[in-house]
């Protein structure tokens, strides 16, 4: 069973159009993240929730929203998509415990191009 | 803030030779994890090995090992016997511990190093 799964895995889309990106783990971990790999490779915080609260917010346009229906999902929807969104996001999960080392399980992926 | 340096963009070494990747931080914790990240062509991101700063040993992992030296605030990455399956991305991360809100905080990456590993 995969631990962190995202959909699409891929995605090719045109401006101004919205999307959205599922991510679900089955791990009982309680935060759930996204993060932006941008053409340079570049992995950036975008949001983190924790129970379902979101706990972060980076400089993220406000066209992005995430949405965690409960603690096993956090997805991602991306309004009035523009070229600079072209990158891959990646979903990931871990345990807020004190006595965890706070490893990060990450998704495969989803690779967005926005033409 | 935290920052995580990688100061070496590409690297290429030949099959079963030894490569050191390096990796500084900043930080004004004393307490905090540090990771090294793996990402192949395949895009997946898998955790190599991680390091407990209150911990003084090394961590090891197989052919990976760290040289941790916590006053001068590098994590480098050591990996013997090279194998083709090496050739990855490989990122150094940061994470304050969860206690401290670096659960919530996730991980602060380096801009990674591409490694190479010729047959």
């Known amino acids: 069973d995969t631990a962190v799964s995202q959909t699409p895995k891929y995605l090719v889309t045109q401006m101004g159009n919205d999307k959205s990106i599922k991510c679900e783990q089955n791990?009982?971990?309680?935060?759930m993240y996204w993060y932006k790999q941008d053409s340079k490779k570049f992995l950036k915080i975008m949001f983190s929730?924790?129970?379902?609260?979101?706990?972060i917010n980076e400089t993220v346009p406000n066209r992005f929203s995430p949405k965690s229906p409960d603690k096993a999902h956090l997805n991602l929807h991306i309004n009035s998509l523009e070229l600079g969104d072209s990158a891959v996001y990646f979903c990931?999960?871990?345990?807020?415990?004190?006595?965890?080392?706070?490893?990060?399980?990450f998704g495969e992926g989803s690779r967005l191009t926005v033409l | 803030a935290q920052t995580v340096t990688q100061s070496q963009p590409e690297m290429s070494v030949q099959e079963a030779e030894t490569v050191t990747l390096s990796c500084t931080y900043d930080t004004s914790e004393s307490n905090y994890y540090l990771f090294w990240y793996k990402q192949p062509p395949s895009r997946q991101m898998i955790l190599v090995i991680r390091q407990e700063a209150y911990k003084q040993q090394n961590a090891t992992e197989n052919r990976f090992s760290v040289n941790f030296q916590k006053a001068a605030k590098s994590f480098s990455l050591k990996i013997s016997d090279s194998q083709l399956g090496d050739t990855a991305m490989y990122f150094c991360?940061?994470?304050?511990?969860?206690?401290?809100?670096?659960?919530?905080?996730?991980?602060?990456f380096g801009k990674g190093t591409h490694l190479i590993i010729q047959p």
């Open positions: 791990l009982g971990h309680d935060t």
């Open positions: 990931a999960s871990s345990q807020r415990k004190t006595s965890d080392t706070g490893e990060l399980f």
């Open positions: 929730y924790n129970n379902k609260e979101l706990i």
């Open positions: 991360a940061f994470m304050k511990p969860p206690v401290l809100g670096g659960g919530a905080d996730g991980l602060t």
